[in-house]
């Protein structure tokens, strides 16, 4: 298991059937959810199943996703985050780094990964999760729930492409975590019968700097699993990268393979490595 998840498969919390099949899946973060996909008569039940989720050693990291700060269920989900093995809480409709605040004073150092873009306002402040002293670990982005705030018909351009206002979400969210110095984690592709859209979905989402992605359904792990493992290819070219600069540490610009390679590319080749391992 990787400490940056690449897969983060969200599970209906009130369904012990999806659970088990989360479990059995190779997801890397499961995020059991109390939130929107639980209905509000369901909650107190969904909260009883993860009371009773057993202890259990290794695997894949647990995440809950609790209700926002603002709904009358914050406090009653709060309550079970003394159950076995819970790794961090997902925060869904953040604002700003001050959300994340109010959240961490009460559940003091647990990681926290934040859904940032979930509202009209939380696109003017994308830039204030920066704070050394924040248990935040992640930040991903929604555009279900902004296109609904929005008031938007769809989320879709005529062509089929994300619309402007998501792709900025996107970008923000990005650059936001990348900010923050947390990771940037790529949203919901809802289709999951479509898996060659899911692949280049999250191939994009890697290429352009996210280092994992929310999944769905248990089919969308192994296709986001291999989107964000780097390729036998990509590790060769980065490791003739760091190779090129530690036979010429004095350089600042080199040749491999052909191509110019400078500083930007040794970061890049590194943290290609770094991820690899
Ligand atoms: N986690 C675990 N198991 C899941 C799952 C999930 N997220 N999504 C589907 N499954 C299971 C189904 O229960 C089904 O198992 P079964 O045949 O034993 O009943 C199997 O995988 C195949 O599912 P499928 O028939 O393809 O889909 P579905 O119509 O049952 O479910 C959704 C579709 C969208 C309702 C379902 O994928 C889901 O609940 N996803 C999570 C939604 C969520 O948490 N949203 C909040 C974040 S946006
Ligand atoms: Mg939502």
Redesign the pocket.
Known sequence: MTAEPRSW????AD?E???A??LD?DADAI?F?L???VAPAMKPVARDVLRNLLKRSGGPQWWV?INPLASEYHKDDLDILGIADVHGIVLPKTESGDDVRQLAHRTGNIPIHAIVTETAASLFGLLSYRDASSPLAAMSW?A?DLSAALGASSKYDTDGELAFPYQLARSLCLAGAVAAAVQPVDG?F?D??DEAGLRAEAEAARREGFTGK??????QVPVINAAFTPSKADVEHAEAIVAAFEAQPGAGVLSVHGKMVDRPHLTQAQRILDRSR
Not at 214 to 219: F, G, N, R
């Open positions: 498969l969200f599970v209906p369904s059937r999806k659970i099949k989360a899946s995020i959810d939130e929107d996909s996703r929604g279900e919901v809802a999951f019968k929310l999944a769905i359904h248990p089919a």
